[in-house]
């Protein structure tokens, strides 16, 4: 899908900038409307350089944030569409089980915005997921809801329903430069576009971006170490393709929070992660030398061996992944402070990819200059201070 070297076609009602898939979420709201909407990629599709790709990934209605848990019901009613639209399955449904000690703030607010009553002990837990061991004192809450989504193949299928709604994707065309103004001008290693209206989702590279058009954000790229372990012995981890997810809150010693996938991508193999990372710039994300300290390995093994003890207690395949992290880890979901028709979706944090039909919804909202579906309070740029000060 690699862009020619003349493009046969440089104005757009809108141009969205990163193909990720909060972008080509934005891009597939966008062509639904009617928008005639260029969506750039700077890489060849598919690629492995954000953080879109892989196979899998958790998605729950359990959130301590009540204006996360709000979004749930229309994220997962959008990904049925999608999933409609392409005769394709894009979601397993498996449970989630949430763990902590009694009483922890977060996962207290969990079990209240899922509107359940019961909190699991060891026993209970045992049933439901044979292969965890909880520690003494501590409780779960099952959010029964949630599951797995097929990452990847969700990622191609949004960009097949914005293609065929008559939406343009160029993927491997660097973006150069952005000259804002009345009509946005985007120039690229393979051409110049012009638009009314820009939206930037560029995950990593979004601070660089908008660092051209005078606003500092305060966004952090981190390595994440993607991390699959192997049972002891076959099958005796229990970790068939519908056990549950889990996900840590409020453990002393997993102060970012572990989380974990059943056995999908590879046989055998459960998906644990530390929800943190290394810091990071995206253009050298693959100079690290193989020998760079991995603390968050530590983290999971000490876990692993506490929690899950049927599994190996070191990584039988690592991979890499790239949040985009803000420091309240909330999204930035708002328009441009100085211009209105540039619109920025950033700062996902590890948490996106379940909400992003929502969130492209969102940003197509703002887009077209039309109120947003949401309260945008805990999104907008100026919750940082000195934001707007770089952008007058």
């Known amino acids: 899908m690699a862009a020619p070297s003349q493009p046969q076609k440089s104005t757009y009602d809108v141009i969205v900038i990163g193909a990720g898939i909060q972008g080509s979420f934005t891009a597939y709201h966008l062509a639904q409307r009617h928008k005639d909407t260029l969506l750039l990629e700077q890489f060849l599709l ?5 953080s879109s790709h892989g196979q899998s990934r958790i998605i729950r209605s359990a959130y301590p944030q009540e204006y996360y848990s709000r979004m749930m019901p229309e994220s997962f009613r959008l990904w049925q569409q999608l999933e409609a639209e392409t005769g394709t399955t894009l979601y397993r449904q498996t449970g989630l089980v949430l763990l902590g000690p009694p009483g922890e703030p977060e996962l207290e607010a969990c079990r209240r915005n899922l509107g359940v009553d019961e ?3 060891a026993s209970a837990l045992a049933k439901c997921f044979p292969g965890f061991r909880m520690q003494a004192g501590q409780v779960a809450v ?3 809801t949630a599951g797995v989504l097929f990452a990847d193949r969700a990622l191609r299928a949004v960009q097949e329903v914005f293609r065929r709604h008559g939406g343009t994707l160029r993927d491997g065309e660097k973006v150069l430069h952005i000259e804002p103004g009345a009509t946005v001008t985007v120039t690229t290693t393979a051409g110049v576009y012009k638009a009314p209206r820009l939206v930037i989702t560029a995950g990593p590279w979004t601070g660089a971006f908008v660092e051209q058009l ?6 952090q790229p981190l390595r994440i170490d993607v991390c699959y372990w ?3 012995q076959p099958g005796s981890a229990g970790l068939g ?6 996900l840590t809150l409020g453990l002393s010693q997993a102060p970012h929070g572990i989380y974990g996938l059943p056995s999908i991508e590879y046989p055998g193999l459960m998906k644990v992660c530390h929800h943190h990372g290394s810091p990071i710039d995206p253009e050298k994300w693959d100079q690290v030398p193989s020998s760079a300290p991995r603390p968050d390995i530590t983290v999971l093994s000490s876990f692993i061996s506490s929690y899950l003890p049927r599994l190996e207690t070191q990584p039988a395949v690592m991979e890499t992944c790239l949040y985009t992290n803000t420091p309240d ?7 441009h402070p100085k211009f209105s028709n540039i619109v920025i979706g950033a700062g996902f944090s590890g ?6 039909p929502t969130v492209g919804k969102l940003l197509c909202e703002l887009s077209l200059g039309e109120q947003p579906s949401y309260d945008m309070a805990h999104f907008a740029i100026t919750r940082f201070p000195g934001v707007l000060g770089a952008a007058q």
């Not at 598919?46 to 954000?50: E, I, W, Y």
């Not at 880890?329 to 328009?335: G, H, N, S, V």
């Not at 948490?351 to 992003?356: E, R, S, V």
């Open 46 to 50: 598919p690629h492995s350089r954000g």
């Open 230 to 232: 192997r049972e002891k």
């Open 142 to 144: 099952l959010d029964s």
């Open 119 to 121: 909190v699991l002990d």
């Open 214 to 219: 005078g606003l500092h954000l305060p966004l």
């Open 329 to 335: 880890e909330d999204f930035i979901l708002d328009r």
């Open 241 to 246: 393709s519908v056990s549950p997810c889990f």
């Open 351 to 356: 948490h996106g990819f379940k909400l992003a």
